[in-house]
């Protein structure tokens, strides 16, 4: 009796949340998903379904495979380099420096400023002529690392992605830095009376416990990475010409600007079915090793 | 903005009145039935005795009124440096054809300025800005084409040519125009570092702003090939419908209409008034030097890169393409993808244009 009460209690507690979710998250992409099934173009919403004529539509289109290329890029060197990056500097900042405090917050400050912002600031620093970056190198002597950034087609989404990778190694930094701090003192203190160097201690005891970390963290960087979009809307507006459009920014030129709703809708739920690709398999993972 | 007040009515809750640019830019709100026709209200106030015909058409959807024109922006026109053109002994008023335009930029390259035309394309209009101009001066058969979304062949000698024209004219371009932005552009002009910008006549505020004089530091000439021809950008008020004020929304359109109203607005906004019949010394002098030359212009044509000419679906995809034309400079790519983009929206060409 007292069993089935308590969880009756417990259910109550959690409706309220549940029909919020329920209703804007899910009951919403679901709605997108019906959206993405019918002919709806311009300002009256229009129900017609018509199968999957906006997703073979979508196939055939080159500004769609160019997205999808970009935020494949994306994935590919932000992921990687923002683990990396954050990894070193948590390594750097575990060293029980005087100033740790300070450096910690200098690191983790690009991640907490709006996004907006930072990208309005890349933007002035990438310019060629009187940016920061260019004017640097030239006054060290560097001046053959000059380059177009932004403005060369040929390597913008390098630039977008190397600012986007200094954006997020503060979080990776502090995530991983959590991860160090929860190895126990006792292990590291075995391993340094057992005479291991440094780079072995970090190699054999530290990096292996850091697996859940670094798994934590390359799902957020991928869920990021595949719904990135105000920070390469204001750096470039997907241009040079289509050389840094992704998926998202498609959305948003195809729904507002063209008012084309039902061809933004599947892009959305292609977009939602990609990201379900890497979150589901993380979340089975993790709930099975809680239950280890 | 325009997402927002897409949402904004879509939910039900669209203000009183809002601007917006007349011609295609309205289309989506009239054809959601988010407007209220205002024949009416143009008949009372006798507008159509005092604003010219191709404007008239530009607020009409199906042969009714739905829009009152506040004011009339200009898009071709060529702001130039007087100081480096008197330096070099160009004289403006020989540029009336590309040929004569592109010989004075040689000019002024071997005279050490190395880029004479500045351009900044950041948000990707700009260059679509350009690229209307040089369709015009093609000929206004050529440009009502266009607009009417005819011109679909990708070999169309005319479109060629245009884009072909426009290369030219990139290879007279500061490198880092993808890093600038229009007002930016207009700031080198201002300065000397460049001789030449193509850019709507909104550009006059920065000259006003930076000090500079009319006829004395700075001067105008239309876009070459488009003498007599006044290209338009408009901006106008609309009645949306089930408004929580409908008599302040009309009211307002009144005061938008009128002459006292125009005349109060335009000499601020740095803009002309829709009507023929302003108070002319109410305006400064770049401004007057506007309204002779619209009360005089043989044809206007609506403006394709601020959402009047074409369809936005259209428009928006241009913007694309015409950035990746200014990076590859690939001329029959940029026809090709330009033509294709008119076949896909050709459904959505709804207005006929009569320009000539």
């Known amino acids: ?292 | 903005m325009k997402a927002v007040m897409k949402s904004l009515v879509l939910a039900g809750e669209a203000p009183d009145a809002f601007q917006m640019h007349a011609g295609y830019e309205g289309k989506p709100y009239f054809d959601a039935g988010y407007l209220d026709p205002i024949s009416d209200l143009w008949k009372e106030e006798g507008w159509e005795a005092a604003i010219p015909k191709v404007v008239q058409d530009m607020v009409k959807f199906n042969g009714e009124y739905y829009a009152v024109p506040v004011n009339i922006h200009r898009v071709n026109v060529v702001w130039y440096n007087k100081a480096v053109l008197d330096a070099n002994g160009i004289d403006p008023a020989t540029l009336t054809n590309w040929d004569a335009f592109f010989a004075a930029c040689d000019k002024l390259v071997a005279a050490g300025i190395a880029h004479p035309i500045s351009l900044g394309d950041v948000g990707k209009w700009t260059d679509t800005h350009v690229l209307e101009q040089i369709i015009a001066g093609e000929g206004i058969g050529f440009y009502e084409d266009w607009v009417n979304g005819k011109v679909t062949s990708a070999t169309d000698p005319k479109l060629v040519h245009a884009l072909e024209t426009f290369k030219k004219y990139l290879g007279y371009v500061n490198p880092d125009h993808a890093a600038l932005t229009w007002d930016e552009a207009t700031a080198m002009v201002i300065r000397g570092d460049a001789a030449f910008n193509v850019m709507g006549d909104w550009a006059n505020g920065e000259f006003y702003v930076a000090g500079k004089e009319y006829g004395k530091d700075y001067g105008t000439f239309p876009t070459p090939g488009t003498a007599g021809m006044y290209g338009l950008c408009i901006d106008c008020f609309q009645h949306p419908k089930g408004v929580k004020h409908p008599e302040n929304s009309l009211k307002w359109l009144r005061v938008v209409g009128s002459k006292d109203g125009q005349d109060a607005f335009n000499p601020i906004k740095g803009s002309i008034p829709a009507r023929t019949d302003a108070d002319v010394t109410k305006y400064g002098p770049y401004q007057k030097a506007a309204i002779a030359d619209f009360k005089a212009a043989t044809y206007m044509y609506p403006s394709v890169a601020h959402g009047s000419g074409a369809p936005e679906a259209f428009t928006a995809k241009l913007d694309d393409i015409m950035s990746a034309f200014v990076d590859t400079r690939d001329v029959s790519a940029a026809a090709k993808a330009l033509t294709d983009a008119i076949t896909a929206a050709s459904a959505d060409y709804t207005i006929v244009w009569k320009l000539h």
């Open chain 1, 1 to 292: 009796m007292r069993f089935i009460k308590d969880k009756i209690n417990t259910l109550l507690v959690f409706l309220p949340s549940l029909i919020l979710v329920g209703y804007f998250v899910y009951a919403s992409i679901g709605w997108n998903a019906i959206v993405s099934l019918s002919d709806w173009k311009g300002l009256r919403p229009s129900y017609n379904i018509v199968g999957l004529s906006q997703y073979a539509y979508l196939s055939h289109d080159p500004v769609f495979w160019t997205s999808l290329e970009n935020n494949l890029l994306l994935i590919s060197l932000f992921v990687p380099g923002s683990l990396f990056l954050g990894l070193f500097l948590a390594i750097l900042l575990d060293a029980k420096v005087r100033a740790e405090n300070t450096f910690r917050t200098i690191y983790l400050l690009p991640f907490a400023l709006s996004f907006v912002i930072t990208a309005a600031l890349w933007a002035w620093m990438y310019n060629p002529s009187i940016g920061v970056i260019n004017t640097l190198f030239e006054k060290i002597g560097l001046g053959f690392l000059k380059s177009g950034w932004t403005t060369d087609s040929s390597i913008a989404m390098y630039s977008v992605i190397l600012a986007l990778i200094w954006q997020f190694s503060g979080y990776t930094m502090l995530v991983f830095l959590a991860g160090i701090r929860s190895i126990p003192e006792s292990q590291i203190m075995a391993a340094r009376v057992d005479g291991a160097s440094s780079l072995n201690l970090y190699k054999r005891i530290v990096i292996p416990q850091l697996k859940f970390s670094a798994l934590a963290a390359f799902v957020v960087l991928m869920v990021f990475a595949l719904k990135a979009f105000d920070f390469i809307f204001i750096l470039t507006g997907g241009g040079p010409g289509y050389s840094t459009y992704v998926l998202p920014l498609m959305m948003y030129r195809e729904t507002f600007s063209m008012t084309h709703f039902a061809y933004g809708a599947a892009i959305a739920t292609l977009l939602f079915v990609i990201v379900m690709m890497v979150v589901v398999p993380y979340l089975y993972m993790s709930s099975r090793r809680g239950k280890e």
